[in-house]
């Protein structure tokens, strides 16, 4: 196994000697919800100002931004002995990022257009080339641009259809609420017109005077499309949709085709699409199919035609429709992918000849390509055991190539130019590990956990060649999310390779409340059946414990956001099972946001999660599994907790109120430590290099929880 010279394991320890934990005073808000009192003892911790903290994390109120900066001290001194630990790992990640990095150039028009990073760069350069070679143009300099601000990110950089001007979005608190501002590219200087408080998407009108985006509402709320001038002010924005209910999101983007706008107005069980046609000045959307409840449809318009992915009619893992643009409603919808249980469409893309989707059965993704002339079919096959794909649609609708990015566990990410007339795949770029990577040195298997109702729950795994299961096994890290459809890949993180060369096995668990198994999958894991995902996590960590890849007491359990609510239900229910538990903006004090109608995603989550306002069963079930209300007299595994000030998904308060909790009722165990970023949100850290810091943070406590739970003798680490 590799050896780590900078920080041997017996550094890998906590300095809990002298280092106290701040105590969060107790002020009970005591309410009666259904007949139910619900006693909240930290309920303080929510600023009352919070859409004002999301804009100047400076507004945080003294007594609350002193218990954070206590904390983040806390957290410091624990973790101190780790310190060498923490450089060492930074090193090492960073020597696999190669610095003077570049995408591949996607054509469109007279250009090719890139991101690339030069060396030391924290944030990209948005270049162009002509197409048929000549001087590169430098569009951003995400460096530059960035000077003076603790976070920035660019949301979107989009250039105009004549080539002549980039309207690019920036957020720079973490807040998600990014300005917008248009640059003439003939002198790289950005016009005065600022559009404000927009969710980043930009999608310009064709002739180019013009562009569309979302605006954010004072509730963080995606709620309007509206029509900027360049130039103007945009005081004077064209509304051109708007949404009323707080219980669905507003979506833009552009078609394949480049001919409309489509907006998606969307909640948890329901879409409905407008196309605003960009070659008018004045448009007037057109709906596609009114919403219904539980009927989800995207669309793509291909000449006179519209591709529609649907579950209309019980096609729960949806089936591919088409209809005549001109009158696209639902009775008019013909079949012609149909719908196969079991085996998911994830996504779909349409070209000037080809329709191509993306399918994914048993946790596995598959390309698969139809000639439109003459239906023909054929799939992109790859020989791993288990691999994640994604697409990159492109810029151009006339085109033959189709270009993805295939990586597994070992293998590290590899673009592909796919030509779908003649079946010839180009590799373009293979991801490089400028310390070096050879797969052959590694492992990567696919598992399948029996559930205790009788599922079976795949499980992706990747350890060193040389380690054999069995025994006590070794330090795992189970990595978990299960929540809203999302899917789980089995994709390359060149960070993971810093556990698994010092003795880890690194394991993601495709749990329910994701959709890696198809619709039936996620539907199994949300609202009354949310308990599933607990359980199916906490059975893949028994399943890996009775295979001998570990032993019980030798999982680090790690998932973030929805995975953090996870993360606080598995610890509550089966903390006998962790060395160690990392919870990453976890959404731990789920009934009391339910609660609160006025927070961004209550009123859309609720069919998520239930509306314990309106429902006194979905209050109760919430209250059975909620992490802060179900903190029990019990002893805890080692608990790190991260957090952004200006988090607009998961507010700060809820992991800060946990933290309180835990330490005031657990009766042995931890520590229990929370880092907040105070001036950053959901991502963490903005840089690429900064965000290393907070893995290490979390890699260098998954270490010692590790070296901690195998001190007897048999310390797989110290061999490392």
């Given at each position: 196994?590799?050896?780590?010279?900078?920080?041997?394991?017996?550094?890998?320890?906590?300095?809990?000697?002298?280092?106290?934990?701040?105590?969060?005073?107790?002020?009970?808000?005591?309410?009666?919800?259904?007949?139910?009192?619900?006693?909240d003892p930290y309920d303080w911790l929510a600023a009352k100002n919070w859409r004002e903290v999301l804009r100047d994390p400076d507004a945080l109120p003294v007594d609350i931004a002193k218990l954070i900066e206590a904390e983040n001290a806390y957290c410091d001194r624990v973790m101190a002995p780790l310190k060498n630990l923490r450089k060492a790992l930074v090193a090492e990640m960073r020597g696999r990022i190669k610095e003077d990095d570049s995408e591949v150039p996607e054509p469109d028009g007279p250009y090719a257009y890139y991101e690339r990073f030069h060396e030391g760069a924290e944030h990209p350069l948005y270049c162009r080339t002509p197409r048929e070679g000549g001087a590169e143009t430098v569009l951003l300099d995400g460096d530059a641009l960035a000077k003076g601000h603790d976070f920035f990110d660019i949301g979107d950089a989009a250039h105009a259809p004549d080539h002549a001007q980039l309207a690019w979005s920036v957020d720079d608190a973490g807040s998600e609420l990014y300005d917008i501002r248009t640059r003439a590219l003939s002198d790289g200087l950005d016009r005065a017109d600022v559009v404000s408080d927009s969710d980043g998407a930009i999608v310009w009108q064709a002739n180019s005077k013009a562009y569309y985006y979302v605006l954010i509402d004072e509730n963080h709320r995606t709620a309007q499309v509206f029509r900027h001038e360049v130039g103007a002010d945009p005081a004077e924005d064209a509304l051109i949709i708007e949404e009323l209910d707080s219980a669905w999101f507003v979506s833009l983007q552009e078609s394949g085709c480049r001919r409309f706008a489509i907006v998606s107005i969307h909640g948890h069980d329901a879409t409905e699409c407008w196309l605003i046609d960009l070659?008018?000045?004045?448009?007037?959307?057109?709906?596609?199919?009114?919403?219904?409840?539980?009927?989800r449809y995207d669309v793509e318009p291909h000449g006179d035609l519209l591709y529609i992915r649907n579950n209309a009619d019980g096609a729960d893992d949806f089936r591919i429709s088409v209809a005549p643009l001109a009158e696209p409603g639902r009775e008019n919808w013909k079949d012609v992918i149909p719908h196969r249980h079991g085996v998911m469409i994830d996504s779909f893309t349409v070209y000037a000849r080809h329709l191509v989707r993306l399918l994914r059965e048993n946790s596995l993704p598959t390309i698969v390509i139809r000639a439109l002339s003459s239906g023909e079919e054929h799939a992109i096959h790859f020989e791993e055991e288990a691999y994640a794909l994604s697409i990159d649609p492109g810029l151009e609708f006339d085109t033959d190539i189709l270009r993805f990015v295939y990586s597994s566990m070992t293998t590290p990410d590899e673009t592909y130019d796919y030509d779908m007339a003649a079946r010839t795949r180009v590799l373009r770029k293979r991801q490089e590990i400028p310390s070096g990577h050879d797969p052959k040195n590694y492992v990567t298997r696919r598992l399948f956990a029996t559930a205790r109702d009788g599922e079976i729950v795949p499980i992706t795994l990747l350890h060193r060649a040389d380690f054999t299961p069995g025994g006590d096994g070794a330090p795992l890290l189970l990595y978990g999310y299960g929540a809203y459809g999302y899917a789980l890949s089995a994709s390359f993180n060149e960070d993971a390779l810093s556990l698994v060369?010092?003795?880890?096995?690194?394991?993601?668990a495709h749990i329910r409340g994701g959709t890696d198994k198809g619709w039936r999958w996620y539907e199994d894991g949300k609202l009354e059946k949310k308990q599933n995902s607990f359980w199916d996590f906490i059975d893949c960590a028994r399943h890996l414990v009775s295979a001998g890849y570990t032993r019980e007491g030798g999982v680090v359990a790690q998932g973030g956001s929805a995975g953090g609510l996870l993360m606080g239900a598995v610890a509550n229910e089966a903390p006998e099972l962790f060395a160690g538990i990392i919870a990453s903006v976890p959404f731990v004090d789920t009934l009391n946001t339910m609660l609160r109608d006025d927070l961004p995603l209550t009123p859309p989550e609720w069919l998520e999660w239930g509306n314990p306002i309106a429902s006194a069963e979905a209050y109760d079930r919430l209250a059975s599994y909620s992490p802060y209300d179900n903190v029990r007299a019990q002893r805890y595994p080692p608990i790190l907790a991260v957090a952004g000030v200006t988090d607009p998904r998961v507010t700060y308060w809820e992991p800060l109120k946990w933290v309180a909790k835990l330490r005031a009722t657990m009766s042995g165990g931890g520590p229990v430590l929370l880092f907040t970023h105070m001036g950053a949100g959901h991502a963490g850290a903005s840089g690429r290099f900064e965000a290393l810091e907070d893995?290490?943070?979390?890699?260098?406590?998954?270490?010692?929880?590790?070296?901690?739970?195998?001190?007897?003798?048999?310390?797989?680490?110290?061999?490392?």
């Open positions: 196994m590799a050896r780590d010279t900078a920080a041997k394991s017996s550094d890998w320890r906590f300095e809990l000697a002298g280092a106290a934990p701040p105590v969060a005073a107790q002020r009970h808000t005591r309410r009666v919800i259904h007949g139910r009192v619900l006693d070659r008018e000045d004045n448009p007037t959307p057109r709906i596609v199919a009114p919403r219904e409840p539980r009927l060369d010092r003795g880890f096995v690194y394991a993601r893995t290490a943070l979390e890699y260098a406590f998954a270490l010692a929880c590790a070296a901690r739970a195998f001190k007897d003798g048999r310390d797989v680490l110290a061999k490392c």
